[in-house]
């Protein structure tokens, strides 16, 4: 058995090949929130969240004017971005009715609450929130017993930061 991996390990960015720069960028600056950190010429961009260098990268190197990838076919399921608060996750769906992004699903997972739906490309994008580890569902064995059910999108629209 190999040893595992470092327990701080994370995964730092998603680099994403989209057909059109600035339509890609109005989603994930103006709809999403990021912050445009940099501009790479006039095919590439990094956006962040927290000042971070950044958190996603979108290029058109290889995809300028592309169609998304026939289904049926392999690559990117999704990507996740997680909020650090139910409220934050309440405050991204509340910015997707506000631009009319349509959802492809919501879930209450036990460990997290989800929203589920695609960017301009076609690109599946999870936003989720994970409850603390010490509310996780286990079983009687102590072993994590994750779930999917409805998320109740009313009730997460009711959820406001706390001061």
Known sequence: MSTPIHPATR??????KVSDLERAIGFYRDVLGFELTQRYGRNAAFLSAGGYHHHIGLNTWESAGGAP???GT???FHMAILYP???SLADALRRLIRANIP????SNHGVSEALYLRDPDDNGVELYW???PEDWPRSAEGELEM???PLDL???LDTREES
Request: no cysteine.
């Open 69 to 71: 990838p026939a289904p």
């Open 130 to 132: 994970d409850r603390p």
């Open 85 to 87: 608060t139910r409220a």
């Open 147 to 149: 779930y999917t059910r």
């Open 11 to 16: 995964i730092g960015h998603v680099h994403l």
């Open 103 to 106: 959802l492809d699903g919501a």
């Open 154 to 156: 009313n009730a997460l």
């Open 74 to 76: 392999t690559g990117l």
